[in-house]
């Protein structure tokens, strides 16, 4: 039992280039989160998926789209990656309202 | 909407000692409250949770949380410090109400504790 996992662990990317960052969950969860952390900000919610063929725009989602591909899995694309969007990202999952557990974590960094 | 305020940057305590961090919310319905851990370089780790039920909540490590409805506070407590607790702590809020923003968490920005030996 894994948990979450997210992939790459790391990423450095050019002005306006494109990518994925790729997050799966092995608990079965119907709800699953992508979020932000900066520096003294906390983590900030991008999109959510509260359930299999659903998405939703959380606080930060200018510049990202996502994709819930089946239930397991949750990806997040950054189509022209600017200087702005070096952070770190982390996916969740959670069942419904409850608990939500989190993955490792994705290091961008844009240049 | 809903929000947390986490009103220390920065807690240093000596192992052995109890400490505190603080956490004050603001939500429209009833809160569902959570306290996560992060270690440098991981992701975030779930602490303890208030849903409902005895306002004294405890969870992993030894760590416990009081919920304060008159005070809008959910401060995370340990009675006696340890080195290895030295972390970034978050305290997070969800709105009980539902709707439109089911599921989602708002992060308080965190307060780095450090526990000196």
């Known amino acids: 039992n894994a948990g979450v996992t997210q992939t790459p662990k790391f990423q450095v990317l050019k002005t ?27 983590l900030r919610l991008i999109y959510y998926s509260a359930s299999e063929g659903t998405t939703d725009k959380g606080e930060v989602p200018n510049g990202y789209n996502v994709s819930r591909l089946n239930k397991r899995e949750f990806s997040l694309r950054l189509e022209s990656a600017a200087p702005s969007q070096t952070s770190v990202y982390f996916c969740a999952s959670s069942e419904g309202i409850t608990t939500q557990y989190f993955g490792p974590g994705t290091r961008l960094l844009v240049l | 909407a809903q929000s947390v305020a986490q009103p220390e940057d920065q807690v240093n305590v000596a192992e052995g000692n109890p400490l505190t961090v603080k956490c004050t919310y603001s939500v429209s319905g009833n809160p569902y409250l959570f306290w996560y851990v992060q270690y440098p370089n991981r992701g975030l780790q779930f602490l303890l949770k208030y849903i409902t039920g005895d306002n004294l909540v ?7 949380a009081e919920f304060n409805k008159s005070q809008t506070s959910f401060h995370l407590k340990k009675p006696s410090a340890l080195v290895s607790d030295s972390a970034l702590y978050f305290c997070a809020v969800r709105d009980g109400a539902g709707g439109t923003s089911y599921g989602k968490l708002t992060f308080g920005q965190g307060t780095i504790l450090t526990v000196h030996p």
């Open chain 2, 58 to 64: 405890k969870g992993s490590y030894g760590f416990e």
């Open chain 1, 16 to 42: 306006g280039q494109s990518m994925t960052l790729q997050c799966a969950q092995d608990m079965n969860h119907n709800s699953m989160y992508w979020y932000r952390q900066d520096p003294g900000m906390g």
